[in-house]
């Protein structure tokens, strides 16, 4: 039977990039992108068609903020498809980044300024706000909304005699001292971004814990530092002649490091990776790194993640509970 992908964020960046590619490794997949905005998902899906002409792309309604809109859409889901072989979460939002154009300049000139441009460290921070729901909107869209439509999409990816993977857009931004388990929404910090992608790491190792026996396989994978729609709206005040300043300063960059993947295209290295592997070969303490030399060249790599077993438990349960008290007030449970 052909191959079923569903790529959560779909419309544009690394999931685009991911669509794109995947046609291009197997124009017989049924492939479904499921985004917030559908007026963007049908101009990537014709895109999409317009080189893979004949390709079975479906578009999904989804919300990953709204309660609603996930179990609305993972209703669709299990209507159309009989079985779900990879769901790729990638969908994400860093809301209303501050940027210390001071605290920038400053660390361009130090020993740091690798770390400082690919994980935003010392020149970002981040304004929440609360969803419909009353969550923090980064936790809801990031991680719960995600974690809520693997919950749901369990009978179709936990089926007997065939595996599936859930495959995690993380971060290298996922920083252990931007998470606590007593404020998993980070309602008191403000480094919401950075929070959600470390809590994405630890409930990765969580399901497989509790769902590998059953079939599912989790990993996480880190893009690297790409230029999408995302990483320009944290610089919304740049007047060009400075983009034409910076830019060459991240190409200069990418000969020394190799995290600088800079293109979605790149970005999707490690995402297209995982399609092709056994996930019983996987480790799920690993974080699958997207890499790209100074000529251009993709690889991946794996890294160990800093996370603790018994942390990724304590997650989990919380999120239980967050799910079972979500389910109560709408009287579903």
Not at 246 to 272: D, K, S
Request: charged share 15%; with cysteine; aromatic share 10%.
């Amino acid at each position: 039977m052909n191959k079923v992908v569903l790529v959560t964020g779909a419309n544009s960046g690394v999931g685009l990039a991911l669509c794109e590619r995947l046609l291009g490794e197997d124009p017989a997949l049924q492939l479904c992108l499921a985004c917030r905005n559908m007026c963007r998902a049908q101009a990537a899906r014709a895109a999409l068609l317009a080189s893979h002409p004949g390709a079975q792309v479906g578009l999904l309604q989804l919300d990953t903020s709204s309660v609603t809109s996930v179990l609305n859409a993972a209703k669709e889901v299990k209507l159309r498809y009989n079985q779900l072989d990879y769901l790729y979460l990638n969908a994400g939002i860093m809301p209303n980044p501050q940027f210390d154009v001071k605290a920038f300049f400053k660390g361009v000139f130090s020993r740091n300024v690798v770390h400082m441009l690919a994980t935003g460290e010392g020149i970002l921070k981040q304004k929440d706000s609360i969803t419909a729901d009353g969550m923090q909107e980064v936790f809801a869209t990031n991680l719960f909304g995600h974690f809520l439509l693997v919950r749901e999409l369990e009978s179709l990816l936990c089926q007997a005699g065939r595996t599936s993977q859930v495959i995690w857009t993380s971060s290298i931004n996922a920083q252990q001292s931007a998470f606590s388990l007593e404020d998993v929404q980070h309602r008191q910090g403000c480094q919401p971004y950075s929070s959600s992608k470390y809590a994405t790491d630890l409930l990765s190792v969580a399901l497989n814990t509790h769902l590998n026996s059953q079939g599912l396989y989790s990993s996480v994978i880190c893009p690297g530092f790409v230029m999408t729609k995302l990483t320009y709206a944290i610089l919304p005040a740049f007047p060009d002649f400075l983009w034409s300043l910076v830019m060459p300063l991240f190409w200069f960059i990418r000969m020394f490091t190799n995290t600088f993947t800079l293109t979605p295209y790149n970005g999707a290295e490690a995402l297209l990776w995982l399609f092709h592997q056994k996930p019983e070969s996987l480790d799920p303490y690993s974080k699958y790194h997207s890499l790209t030399s100074g000529r251009g060249a993709n690889h991946i790599q794996p890294r160990k993640m800093d996370v603790d077993e018994d942390l990724s438990q304590s997650l989990y349960v919380k999120l239980l509970e967050l799910e079972h008290g979500v389910r109560k007030r709408r009287g579903t449970e």
